[in-house]
RNA sequence: GCCCGCGUGGUGGAAUGGUAGACACAGGAGACUUAAAAUCUCCAGGCCGAAAGGCCGUGCCGGUUCGAGUCCGGCCGCGGGUACCA
């Protein structure tokens, strides 16, 4: 081989790893262990750059810690139910199973020549019956301990399909099938009780110090703890008390009218006999139901005509309003509108004509609120009017605290502690899922499945034909015998429940699967008790919220049945969440306007092979359907796969989005052609006598000594700053700048006169710092160099402190903040020697033309900045 | 709407509050070559200047600081999430 040959190289090493077993996971007493999890992939298909980009980060981190001594976990499998193989089911005719595996082994097929060093034997697939069977028993436990429970809940229902949406499915208001305005229907449905956890999942936040901050921001201010008050407001018929909740009893004297749910029994009730309120609510029934919906549609609302009265000042009569924007989910499901106070209020009341009034002012600017309405921070400081606790001047938060106090001391209400999160619900109307291993009886109810039943496996056929998708609805519910069971309980003909699990679920405890992929029971403790927790975790960011926090509550769950130690109620040590990788758009317009998408191929110099100019529209995410995807299979097959990972890793910071673009693999592959070229020629010399190879690199580099030759010293700080900051890098998720290093050492060891012994260390050396980046060039670039056995197999380079320091630093000289000189000094020159310096420089003298500075900051090994 | 991010040369990006633009791409000049490819060397934020050097510059406006890309306040734009997409 006479040039760099990805191809050769990649299988070879591949199959050697193969036959050391070396990635195989397995318990270990003299090591430490590390559990590295990327979040798993649903198959759809193909795999894209974003999984490149994922993986390659998981394998960097697994194979670091191979090398420093680890025994590693660094498992792959597939969330594999979910929509859209019913979808292609649907469109194709196809089964989601077959559709399903089918994908597994494509992709399967795709990551094995990442060269990804992934413990294969324990890879599952949530669709597997071992697997969804087990999940099906933790159902049944969670329902034993009281943690599963059944309510009734709002869907989105297509009149024409006679279906289910999700909320995807919903376009407009309208279903994205039928086109039909969607209904919002109630059906009785499974819930987890994570809100139980509310407090303990907000407080243990504190203690993920590995997590970003942001991600535990946004799951605290997700569960949304408040401090609020319920106050009852008398009716002036003879109705019982309105209940309204408010996390700002401050605007009390605001209040001007009240707002009640259209899903309020009190709404309910007055709708029987009022045909204008009964068709509002019927009205706010076809909204979306996602919360971004609810929020963006115009406040609607309808006057009750009942009254109630202010409970501070009876004699104030306040209407009562049936509003769109009121969520019956949060809080009492009615609230005071406080005009004054809160935008949308105000709004609302000028829309309707009902009254603003101030609560309080702030300092100095003592105007009622006309067009915006003042809404202070409940740390900032106004006046109240009038108060009925008897305060003035206070900070938003002290009047709330007491209107609070206040309210409690006169029996008028009661303070609450509420939270956002709400319970989790997980019964889907669809085929593709987890069923849920309950079943339905006459005389007995709903009765849970014996757990020597399980698995309560998904039907491939209905009747020996396979089952048809292209009917609407769910195929279980049709399904002519799939249903019938006996009951478990008293025997008698009875109903399987015929909801799936919400994919969520799949999930929230893969991650403990893991640790014994082949248990008979959800668990093995012994195992979990090895490998839990999770090390690192490495996803993307849309996951912050939900996955996240499903996986806190399930792990929970898990242990208070037994199923995982104490120690894995937080099973994810430390996260690390990357960005999505993004290519530009072409588009152009067809002659209705409409846009029309065309493949990077397709497009040269912003123009199509005819001449027509196209839009490109920059990093956007990668969509089949913007045709800006960009298969990392045909990188791989082009450059190598130590290429892809190379690309992937060096230009962008990981948790950025980065851009693919076909230059940025052509300069990696350049890069790495150049590596194998430098080893290739150094193997060379040796074979024609020129390197030494008596002794073993470590034994060198220890015995290494300054001084002998300034070219080979320079060199070795270089090494050794390298080893240094690469490590770092690696640990830190600084690929790029671990990468910019190494690109940085190799260029000097272009150029550097060093003796070929020492070039011939360093090449080793870098041999080893990139192998978790490139495992296959490191491999072959450590084999030509003579390396013994496998690089993956050998301990990772330590830096010698002493050879990190530098013995004088370049210092810059600012004037007033200025760039305008800079000295070399000793580094341990004291302040005022280099204070001296620095203003004997001609250029800073210069700079200050005769002034007198009237400071000096020094500080060391830094900066001198001269203040005039 | 609400919550959370992000915004730096032609491009991707670097920079514990301390020399803004490391490293790389694209570009320019040169070497090698009959030529091209490949490879190698050098140049390169903008403006002014022959040069030395000077001025400007991290989305916009303001603030804190000896010193701000970085911290604070207010905007603008883009992205993620918004509970049935995964």
Known sequence: MSRYSAAEIEAKWQSAWDEAGIFRAERSRDKPKYYVLEMFPYPSGRIHMGHVRNYTMGD???????????????????????????????????????????????????????????????????????????QQALFLDFLEKGLVYRKNAVVNWDPVDMTVLANEQVIDGKGWRSGAEVEKRELTQWFFKISDFS???????????????????????????????????????????????????????????????????????????NPELEAFIAETRKMDTTEAA????????????????????????????????????????????????????????????????????????????????????KTETVIYIDHFAGIG??????????????????????????????????????????????????????????????????????????????????????????RDCKCPSCGADARRETDTMDTFVDSSWYFARFTAPDAQTPTRMED????????????????????????????????????????????FDALFTQGMVTHEIYRTKDDKGRPVYHLPEDVTDGKLADGTPVQIIPSAKMSKSKKNVVDPVNIIDAFGADTARWFVLSDSPPERDVEWTAAGAEAANKF??????????LAERRDAGVVDLDRSLQEIMDAYELGVNQYDDELMRALHKTID?????????????????????????????????????????????????????????????????????????????????????????????????????????DKAEVEKRALAHEAVARSLDGAQPKKVIVVPGRIVNVVV
Not at 228 to 246: K, M
Not at 349 to 364: D, I, Q, S, T
Not at 415 to 436: A, E
Not at 672 to 681: M, S
Request: charged letters at 25%.
């Open 725 to 829: 900051e690469v490590t770092k890098g690696v640990e830190s998720f600084g690929f790029n700048a671990a990468i910019a290093r190494i690109y940085g050492f190799f260029n000097q060891l272009s150029k550097t006169q060093a003796s070929a012994s020492t070039q011939w260390r360093s090449m080793r050396v870098l041999a080893q710092l990139m192998s978790p980046m490139t495992p296959h060039l490191a491999e072959e670039v450590w084999s030509m160099l003579g390396g013994e056995g496998l690089v993956v197999d050998t301990p990772w380079p330590v830096a010698d402190e002493a050879m990190l320091a530098d013995d004088s630093v370049t210092l810059p000289i600012q004037v007033n903040g200025k760039r305008r000189a800079e000295i070399s000094v000793p580094k341990d020159m």
């Open 393 to 482: 001047e206070a900070t938003s938060q002290e009047g709330i605290d007491a209107t609070i106090d206040w309210f409690e001391a006169k029996g008028l209400g009661t303070g609450q502690v509420k939270y956002r999160l709400r319970d989790w619900g997980l019964s889907r109307q669809r085929y593709w899922g987890c069923p849920i291993p309950v079943v339905h009886c006459d005389t007995c109810g709903v009765v849970p499945e014996k757990k020597e039943n399980l698995p309560v496996e998904l039907p491939y056929d209905e009747g020996g034909t396979p089952i048809d998708f292209s009917i609407p609805g769910n195929p279980l519910d049709r399904h002519p015998t799939w």
């Open 672 to 681: 790495l052609g150049r590596v194998w070229r430098k080893a290739h020629e």
């Open 199 to 273: 407090e303990e999942l907000l407080e243990a936040l504190d203690g993920l110090e590995n997590w970003p901050a942001k991600v535990r921001l946004m799951q605290e201010n997700w569960i949304g703890k408040s401090r609020g008050i319920e106050i009852p407001f008398e009716r002036t018929d003879a109705g019982a008390p309105l209940v309204c909740y408010s996390t700002r009893p401050d605007t009390m004297r605001g209040a001007s009218f009240i707002a009640i749910s259209p899903e309020h029994p009190v709404s309910r009730e007055l709708a029987q006999d």
């Open 294 to 377: 609810m929020e963006k549609a115009e406040k609607k609302g309808i006057d009750t005509g009942i009254t109630v009265r202010h409970p501070v000042w009876p004699e104030r009569e306040l209407p009562v309003w049936v509003g769109n924007f009121v969520l019956m989910d949060y809080g009492t499901g009615a609230v005071f509108g406080c005009p004054a106070h809160d935008q949308r209020d105000l709004d609302f009341a000028r829309k309707y004509g009902l009254e603003v009034r101030n609560a309080f002012y702030l300092p100095g600017q003592e105007k009622d609120v006309e067009t915006e309405a003042l809404v202070p921070a």
């Open 60 to 134: 960097v981190i697994a194979r670091y810690r191979l090398a420093t001594g680890h025994s590693v976990l660094h498992p792959m499998g597939w969330d594999a139910f979910g929509m859209p193989a019913e979808n292609a089911a649907m469109a194709s005719g196809g089964h989601p199973k077959d559709w399903t595996y089918g994908n597994i082994a494509d992709m399967r097929g795709q990551m094995k020549p990442l060269g990804l060093s992934i413990d294969w034997s324990r890879e599952f697939a949530t669709c597997d019956p071992e697997y969804y069977g087990q």
């Open 528 to 571: 979990a008790e090895y490998w839990m927790n999770v090390d690192q975790y490495i996803g993307g960011i849309e996951h912050a919220i939900l996955h996240l926090l499903y996986s806190r509550f399930f792990a929970r769950a898990m242990h208070i049945c037994g199923h995982l130690p104490e120690k894995a109620i937080e099973p």
